[in-house]
């Protein structure tokens, strides 16, 4: 902190110099209706700092409608590129009884459609239980829920660019998997097989067992958060170290490196989160 000037320094001191012009300030960009400070390298540069490079992010539960839209939710804020999926067959959203859920078919119908048709229905009751609460968040993220078998990897995302999130993802292809329940991992990794790694890309799949209610999704959003920012700063670093050079085709040193320190990663990750517990394996797109 700089000193306080006595009464006689203020009436013996000449008047100060002017003070040197302001350096002119970059441009700020606009991402998803926030204010981004300008980045002073490329995502391609191996210098700048970790802010300045974004590893992509996809997150999966059953409806993509609770866990992995909370994940997409604070990964979008975070500046994370970042897209969603469900594994179900159908949409299913808790009704008046367990026998009578609300069921809705995936990449056809709307958060907003949903929650128009829930507050009519009884807002009373989708108002207490939480969904129109999670139906307002979501219709703010995205369009609807997309089901993962059906996304065409590798596929320009055209039509998705209002999703928040969506800058870095535009071309269908991200870094890291993570699902939310250990059925949707498998469900993940045998669509993956399935498909016969077309692309021959390598894609870090993750599991961290969230439960599947309002105050959960919450608490696993922020631990999602926490681990993308530990694997983002160790991406940086092995581009930093051993350059950028073929990292965005899935190869290169710097790529073989962060791949092998995954797993050490997400075990100190672990010990943060003892009570997420976290499954990893290395697929293929």
């Known amino acids: 902190m700089a000193a306080v000037g006595t009464t006689a320094d203020y009436v013996t001191a000449g008047p100060p110099p002017p003070p040197p012009p302001a350096e002119p300030m970059p441009e700020a960009h606009l991402t998803n209706g926030q204010v981004d400070e300008p ?80 507050e009519s229905k009884d807002p009373r009751l989708y108002r207490a239980n939480g969904l129109l609460n999670m139906l307002e968040r979501n219709r703010g993220v995205k369009w609807g829920p997309e089901r993962w078998q059906d996304w065409k990897v590798g596929v320009p995302r055209l039509d998705h660019q209002q999703d928040k999130g969506s800058v870095g993802v535009e071309g269908g292809i991200v870094d890291v998997v993570i699902t939310c329940e250990e059925r949707c991992w498998d469900a993940v990794i045998d669509d993956l097989l399935s498909r016969g790694s077309p692309l021959n890309r390598p894609v870090h799949i993750i599991n961290v067992d969230i439960k599947d209610n309002h105050e959960e999704a919450l608490i696993g959003g922020k631990a ?35 791949d092998e320190r995954v797993p050490e990663i997400l075990g100190q990750w672990q010990e943060r989160w003892p009570l997420l517990p976290a499954l990893w394996t290395l697929g293929w797109f």
């Open 224 to 258: 999602v958060l926490d681990l993308a920012n530990v694997l983002n700063e160790a991406a940086w670093e092995e581009r930093s170290s051993r350059g950028a050079n073929g990292w965005d085709q899935g190869a290169g040193a710097s790529r073989a490196s962060f």
């Open 39 to 118: 980045h002073k390298t490329s995502p391609d540069s191996d210098q700048g700092t970790p802010s300045s490079f974004r590893l992509r992010f996809c997150t999966v539960c059953a409806s993509n409608q609770n866990r992995s839209m909370e994940a997409h939710l604070q990964l979008s804020a975070a500046r994370f590129p970042v897209v969603s999926f469900g594994t179900g067959s159908l949409v299913r959203l808790p009704g008046p009884s367990i026998t009578q859920p609300n069921v809705y078919a995936f990449n056809t119908t709307s958060y907003d459609s949903m929650f128009t048709e829930l």
